[in-house]
């Protein structure tokens, strides 16, 4: 038997924050992840009261905080700007903590396969830091699958020296962006996983995830890369999956991400009942 523990990202409801949570609770979650970059909840407009009644608020629904999102949208490319995105990356790893849970996620822009570059570089610097941080407030700074396959990604976490930057799994990202395989990207990833996404797609047109991610300007030609589909549907082969985050010990959130869709409450109702069905299923 094992222990996972079903989540859903509140902000997929679409709706304001304790309504959303009250969903959280309804589709039968145990927690949930919030992005806190910008907003009421951000790190910067929750003060010291807030974040007390706002613990109160989660405790009191029984509901546990799985993991803030904390991807202000930039990766660490850019080394004067790094010292910008640092430092209020440092915020959001305190209300992390002040929230009691202690995990925050972000994307880190794409690891360079090139450990000659200078991008990976002023990456391995930024991560440097932000390892230090999260070693100092007690939180994983956990880097969202996807952009470069789990064996780069592994390597550039190697070279950190740290477990302050961790990994947050995310089985559908590394089929749809890079055609990796999310049961190996597990094995490949055992000792840094803290957190994990539960998402389904589909790679349509195999792409550079440096035009996905922004770094390169698309050709005219660029035809769309994939396409997010409810859990269950996609490439992600599920049972597989959870057999191998079994395997290697893991017994967190698996963290419902629906991202698209025009019935999130369907859909992450629908991934809570499948999750539960093919848990129970691997046991």
């Known amino acids: 038997m ?26 039968g979650a145990q927690g949930f992840q919030m992005y806190t970059v910008s907003g009421e909840y951000s790190a910067d407009n929750l003060d010291k009261k807030a974040r007390s009644e706002f613990k109160k608020y989660v405790n009191d629904l029984g509901l546990t905080i799985s993991a803030l999102c904390g991807d202000f949208g930039h990766g660490y490319h850019d080394r004067e700007y790094n010292n910008i995105l640092i430092e209020k990356s440092k915020k959001v790893l305190q209300l992390a903590a002040d929230l009691d849970t ?28 932000l390892a ?3 070693d100092e407030i007690g939180v ?4 969202e699958t996807g952009p470069e396959t789990s064996a780069v990604l592994k390597k550039f976490l190697d070279g950190l020296n740290s477990k302050g ?13 890079t055609g990796d395989d ?5 094995y490949n990833l055992r000792d840094y996983i803290v957190h994990t996404h539960a998402k ?12 996905i991610y922004g770094l390169k300007a698309a050709p005219p030609e660029f035809a769309t890369p994939f396409i997010e589909v409810p859990l269950g549907t996609g490439e992600v ?9 079994r395997d290697i010990g893991y017994s967190g959130f698996l963290t419902i991400e629906r991202e698209v869709g025009e019935d999130p409450y369907g859909d992450i109702s629908m991934a809570v009942n499948f999750l539960k069905d093919t848990i129970a299923g691997i046991d």
Not at 200 to 211: A, F, H, T, V
Not at 237 to 245: M, R
């Open 165 to 177: 930057v961790s990994v947050n799994l995310d089985p559908a990202n590394l089929v749809m962006v």
């Open 140 to 143: 994983k700074f956990a880097v």
């Open 2 to 27: 094992n222990n996972f523990k079903i989540g859903a990202m509140a902000d997929s409801f679409r709706l304001p924050m304790k309504e959303a949570l009250l969903k959280v609770k309804e589709v």
């Open 200 to 211: 389904d797609g589909r790679m349509l047109n195999k792409s550079d995830p440096e035009i």
């Open 102 to 129: 202690h995990v925050v996620t972000t994307h880190i822009g794409v690891v360079p396969e090139d450990e000659t570059c200078e991008r990976y570089a002023i990456m391995h610097e930024g991560c440097l830091a």
């Open 237 to 245: 082969n599920f049972p597989e999956y959870l057999k191998a985050l």
């Open 132 to 134: 230090k941080a999260a």
């Open 182 to 186: 999310p049961v190996k990207a597990v």
